[in-house]
């Protein structure tokens, strides 16, 4: 009888019975009795937004992440100057391709806006183990939104109320071939509800850089594009439904100029011809191929090159 | 002749008493005890012979006074040095009346008037020869039996002296091995005799070694005890006590329950003591001579019941004797004359209980050593029962 | 929503599972294919416990509205469930307490003054003041208890049991005077399992020796199958004659209550989880548990567990007559402890807790372990035992032959004395019992101390009866072999040990079913 040893052979009886390190298992006959995933939306995040919370966000977001983001990525960002006349909150609402997004937009805001801004993240992926959710919610400041119920909405909620600007990805989840997939309504909703402007933003390249699968971004410090519209407002009456198509096509707007320029982008949408930012039908291999295309930005150029 | 020779020795004594327990002082050697070479004993006087050794026997009174723990009470009724060994089977040396010269014998140890040649004692002269007031006096030195007395010399040596009157003949179809019993089973016949078991009468044996084990079979043979607890720490001997006539065998810690339970008595647990029983058996004999048996004892019989000492007693909180009103009975070695057998010689009765069934298969435990393994002896004598000797003797029969 | 019972057959991804080992549980991989049987979870339990109590008072089954009972100048008495129940105790307020005091408020407001409470323990222990003060209440204590108003029933006391009758069968009916002689008997009962309840309540639990001979005996155990299903039991049939004709000569106003499954605590919580559903909280606790057990002098470990109050919620209060109360009372026990299992087994794997329905804050001893195991848990089942005819039951109990000195006085001469001689139920029952029943150290204990009655351990093994005589092998796994031989069993070191011995009964290759229980399950065997 020593306790130690029997002490080990507890943890090791454990560790294997359990499966540490690995996704626990259920035993095939109680398969049938699972019971339906229970929405993951009860992990506590409040804390990451008290000043301590804060305090080793700006250290982690300025010390690691922004170092490593751009030892990684070029970026470009424009449009800043429409969140002049805000003093938030607001919701920001992007299109979804890429890990990359959410420090992408966040290491584009100002800095001030930077530590305003929470982000609404996908319960079942990014809070699904405890290390997982207190690794974003400490460095991302996000909170769990189930994506398929809407449950968590009253953090989201609550996260407003409290003055803090929202991060949404309103299509639920990551496109698979960089175009923008379907928006969901959950954003507008509360845009509706609680009267709050819309900033839409869209940016291009974080497919090309990072995809779905991969887990750094590729090799060659790709070019990334950010630009920020005009903030949106629900008109009187205007329900989520007519006002998340409107939010969409804003974020389309800003596609077709970061591609073009301001003034072409602003005819064709005038004329009902802004390109469907869901792509052309054509073969998915194409589809890819479009969107993995380097990204152009006029530089500035350099003054004494000629 | 070679012998082994008890010697007066206080350090050894003193040392052997603290280290305390039977087998400790024996194990680590500071019994005083040693084997030697000495001259046969001899008494010059008429009816004495000598005989041979053939099979001494280890009594747990022997181990008391080799570890010192007998009461010092004893120490005037001997004499050093002596040799030791008083449960004796002998090839008779001499002739002498009625018995010729290379007889077997067992020797009846006590040494009385008529053995001291002296004028019968009251008590010898009633045959009550274990109860004679000469045990200091006449030809010999002080001495209670053959085996503490410096004269006679004893088991435990080659040659040893005894009286006419100590002798009894052992019929041919008796092996040794059972003859040396016939001593303990003699004081086994007294014990059972002196408890004066009423009819149907209930029996405590508590203790399950040798004394143990023999009182139970006299018990069972010569008196109308109906049912005979005996207890017994040891697997070896609860299966023996009951091939001796136990109806029940419980184990040290169950003896008070079980006696509750098949005399249907009331129990009574007293603060800071041992609980005790009002009611209980009708006789109770200690057959141990432990603080822990006679206490055991003491607390299991009935009001107006009897408690038997069998074995040499330790001391004991005696109020139940007084508050029970119980007769505490001693007794000691045999008589010659037994009243309660109609005054037959307890040798003559343990001689027919020796030749009986029981005795010759208790007799496959006794466990022979040479003199000169005796420390061996006595640590195996010390631990007898859970080592499965039913008795441990010294063999002094030529070796074939 | 509470998921229903399940059978698990453990595979490859199924952790190890909790076994429960006397003041302790172990974890034990079992063998691929075992089946492992898991009650239905916990059922939610009454929002409004006192509503429905009132309700149930007020709105009886195939009875008079309580209150309409009640008269001023009458004689009440109010008999309830001893300390046997439930296991392990209820956290305060016990629902007894909450029945109680409903009936005392009507009983109060219609101005009956004669009234008395009785703990229905038969044969049992008397319940301690602190046990009778936890189980009524302390304001119903207060007000009954100094006026000896509130007692525990005593089989022994002659002057106070009166001989009702004999059924039709020759059955001796003879409880407690007081009850007898009331005008309104109302019963107030815990049905922790299928075999509480029902008629088993008036006629056993305020019945003498005399009356329960009857059906607490071998030849009626073993007859009985199971005493979990008493339409199938003959224990019940018994006590059911006996209930129907006490109804002619007294008027019984039966409330009984169930229980859901919330049995342990918070700390110890994981037990009442499926083990691959334990988060890492729960591996962290169990581990933490098993280290603290495993360093902790017994008298901890004895008090840790002993000291456990169970949240238990009520999940159903029916009133009125005996029948069609019980009859909602086991629809109600099905619903939470009932699963549905496909043919029997070879060997059966039980683990038996630190507790059973004797030794509450007592020491579990190797008989009581014996009834557990052989008793209670082999017989939870319907239908056909669990375990094939001449199969291997293995048990895990570490057995010591420790007991408890003021409440069980006669198993320790049961034990030494008894089963020394033989553990034959139908020899044991013949030769001993009545030596037993009647020794008057044994009935001044039960009538002045709180110690069982002398025959109680003969009961226990009686109850086991049905199961040795219908099992080939029994083994404790970890048991004291000491005492496992002594039982009549044999003991193993380890489950694998267990599978090698039984193989000569079963065979090399066995199927195997392991009752996870606690919480309580009854199996019902297709």
């Not at chain 3, 003879?174 to 029902?198: K, T, W």
């Not at chain 3, 579990?364 to 017989?379: E, K, R």
């Amino acid at each position: 009888m020593n306790p130690l040893r029997d002490a080990g052979a507890d943890l090791r009886q454990a560790a294997r019975g359990w499966r540490w390190g690995h996704r626990p298992l259920v035993p095939r006959s109680a398969e049938a009795q699972v019971p339906p995933a229970p929405p993951a939306t009860g992990f506590p995040t409040a804390w990451s937004r008290t000043p301590a919370g804060r305090a080793a966000r700006e250290i982690a977001q300025k010390a690691a992440l922004e170092p490593v983001f751009r030892s990684q990525v070029r970026t470009r960002v424009e449009g800043l100057d429409v969140l002049d006349g805000l003093d938030g909150p607001v919701i920001f609402v992007a299109n979804h391709a890429s890990h990359l997004d959410t420090p992408l937009v966040l290491l584009s805001l100002p800095d001030a806006w930077r530590r305003r801004t929470a982000v609404a993240a996908a319960a079942d992926y990014f809070f699904d183990t405890w290390w997982r959710a207190v690794g974003s919610a400490l460095v991302f400041n996000t909170f769990p939104l189930d994506r398929r119920t809407g449950t968590g909405v009253s953090t989201l909620t609550g996260v407003l109320a409290d003055g803090w600007n929202v991060l949404v990805f309103p299509e639920g989840t990551r496109s698979l071939d960089g175009y923008v997939g379907r928006f969901q309504l959950g954003a507008a909703h509360l845009a509706v509800r609680h009267g709050v402007p819309v900033v839409p933003i869209a940016h291009r390249g974080t497919f090309a850089a990072m995809p779905r699968g991969a887990s750094w971004p590729g090799r060659g410090r790709r070019q990334l594009s950010v630009r920020l519209g005009t903030p949106l407002r629900p008109a009187p009456e205007e329900s989520p439904r007519a006002f998340a198509p409107r939010v969409r096509e804003a974020v389309a707007a800003l596609l077709d100029e970061d591609a073009s320029t301001w003034w072409e982008a602003r005819r064709r949408a005038a004329a009902g011809r802004t390109p469907d930012p869901a792509g052309p039908d054509v073969a998915a291999w194409r589809r890819v191929w479009a969107q993995t295309a380097p990204v152009e930005v006029d530089r500035p150029r350099n003054a004494w090159q000629r | 002749m070679r012998a082994l020779e008890m010697y007066r020795s206080v350090p050894r004594t003193v040392a052997a008493r603290a280290v305390g327990g039977r087998a400790a002082g024996l194990v680590s050697g500071w019994a005083p005890l040693r084997l030697t070479s000495r001259d046969e004993p001899v008494v010059p006087q008429p009816g004495w012979v000598r005989l041979r050794s053939r099979l001494a026997g280890i009594c747990g009174s022997d181990l008391g006074a080799l570890s010192g723990r007998s009461s010092f009470y004893f120490s005037g009724l001997v004499s050093m040095p002596f040799v030791p060994g008083h449960e004796v089977v002998a090839d008779l040396l001499d002739d002498c009346e009625g018995l010729p010269a290379g007889s077997r014998v067992v020797v009846d140890p006590v040494l009385g008037c008529a053995a001291r040649g002296v004028e019968p004692c009251a008590a010898c002269a009633a045959g009550h020869t274990n109860r004679c007031a000469s045990v200091t006096t006449g030809h010999l030195r002080p001495g209670l039996q053959t085996g503490f007395c410096a004269d006679t010399g004893g088991g435990w040596g080659q040659v040893l002296a005894a009286h006419r009157s100590q002798l009894h003949a052992v019929p041919d179809d008796v092996p040794d091995e059972q003859a040396v019993l016939t001593e303990p089973v003699a004081c086994a016949v007294h014990t059972a005799l002196r408890a004066q078991v009423p009819e149907q009468g209930r029996v405590l044996v508590s203790g399950a070694g040798t004394v143990g084990l023999l009182a139970t079979l006299a018990l069972r043979a010569l008196t109308p005890a109906a049912e005979i607890v005996v207890v017994a720490k040891h697997p070896r001997q609860a299966e023996a006590a009951r091939r001796c006539g136990a109806t029940t065998v419980v184990a040290p810690g169950e003896v008070l329950r079980r006696v509750r339970r098949s005399t249907g008595a009331f129990a009574v647990r007293p603060e800071f003591a041992a609980p005790y029983l009002l009611g209980g058996v009708d006789v109770a004999i200690d057959a141990v001579g432990s603080r822990q048996s006679l206490q055991t004892a003491l607390r299991s019989t009935r009001a107006g019941g009897r408690v038997v000492l069998s074995g040499m007693p330790a001391s004991a909180d005696l109020s139940a004797a007084w508050f029970r009103e119980l007769e505490i009975v001693g007794t000691y070695a045999s008589a010659q004359r037994e009243e309660a057998a109609g005054g037959r010689g307890a040798f003559e009765l343990a001689g027919e209980l020796v030749r009986g069934e029981v005795v010759a298969e208790l007799a496959r435990g006794v466990v022979g050593y040479p003199l000169d393994r005796f420390h061996e002896a006595l640590d195996h004598a010390a631990g007898a029962g859970s080592l499965g000797a039913v008795k441990v003797a010294f063999d002094l029969r030529s070796r074939r | 929503m509470s998921r229903p019972g399940l059978v698990l057959e453990v595979d490859e991804r199924t952790p190890p599972l909790v076994v429960h080992d006397g003041e302790g549980f172990r974890l034990e991989s079992f063998p691929l294919g075992t089946r492992a049987l898991y009650p239905p979870e916990s059922l939610p339990a009454l929002p409004d416990l006192d509503a429905a109590i009132r309700d149930a008072l007020l709105h009886p089954l195939d009875a008079d509205p309580l209150p309409s009972k009640l008269r001023p100048g009458m004689r009440l008495t109010i008999a309830f469930d001893d300390v046997s129940l439930p296991l392990p105790p209820m956290r305060a307020p016990d629902v007894r307490q909450r029945v109680i005091e409903a009936v005392l408020t009507m009983a109060a407001d219609a101005g009956v003054d004669d009234v008395a409470l009785i703990a229905a323990n038969a044969l049992h222990r008397r319940m301690t003041d602190a046990e009778l003060r936890h189980a009524v209440g302390e304001r119903v204590f207060r007000s009954f208890h100094p006026q000896g108003l509130l007692v525990n029933h005593d089989a022994e006391d002659r002057a106070n049991l009166v001989h009702v009758g004999v059924t039709d069968r020759g059955e001796d009916v003879e409880i407690n005077r007081r009850a007898a002689e009331s005008d309104l008997l109302v019963y107030v009962n815990i049905n922790l399992v299928a075999m509480d309840g029902g008629h088993k309540s008036v006629p056993v639990g305020l019945a003498s020796y005399n009356s329960l001979r009857h059906h607490h005996n071998a030849k009626t155990m073993v007859a009985s199958h199971s005493f979990m299903d008493h339409e199938a039991s003959h224990l019940h049939h018994s006590a059911w004659r006996m209930g129907r004709m006490l109804a002619e000569h007294l008027d019984i106003f039966q409330i009984e209550t169930t229980l859901n499954q919330d049995i342990f605590p918070s700390a110890y919580e994981f037990l009442q989880k499926r083990e691959w559903e334990w988060s890492l909280r729960d591996q962290a606790s169990m581990l933490g548990l098993r280290r603290g057990l495993a360093l902790a002098p017994e008298r901890l470990r004895h008090k840790m567990f002993h000291d456990m109050r169970s949240a238990y919620g009520v999940t159903g209060v029916n009133a009125g007559a005996v029948e069609p109360v019980h009859e909602r009372t086991i629809a109600a026990v099905h619903r939470q402890q009932l699963v549905e299992v496909n043919g029997q087994t070879d060997v059966l794997v039980m683990g038996v807790p630190y507790l059973g329905p004797y030794n509450v804050d007592s020491v579990m001893n190797p008989i009581l372990a014996t009834c557990m195991g052989l008793g209670y848990f082999f017989n939870s089942y319907r239908g056909s035992p669990l375990v094939r005819r001449g199969g291997a039951v293995i048990l895990y109990h570490p057995l010591q032959p420790h007991f408890h000195q003021v409440h069980h006085p006669s198993y320790v001469d049961f034990y030494e004395e008894v089963l020394t001689e033989s553990t034959d139920p139908l020899v044991i029952e013949e030769k001993y019992e009545r030596q037993f029943a009647t020794d008057p150290w044994y009935i001044h204990l039960y009538r002045t101390s709180h110690a069982y009655h002398g025959v109680h351990p003969f009961y226990m093994w009686y109850w086991a009866a049905h199961g040795m005589d219908h099992v080939g092998d029994v083994i404790w796994v970890g048991g004291d072999r000491r005492a496992a031989q002594r039982l009549g069993f044999r003991a193993a070191s380890s489950l694998a040990d267990a599978l090698e011995m039984a193989s000569g009964t079963v065979g090399s290759d066995p199927s195997i079913t392991y009752l996870h229980n606690a919480p309580h399950l009854l199996a019902d065997v297709r």
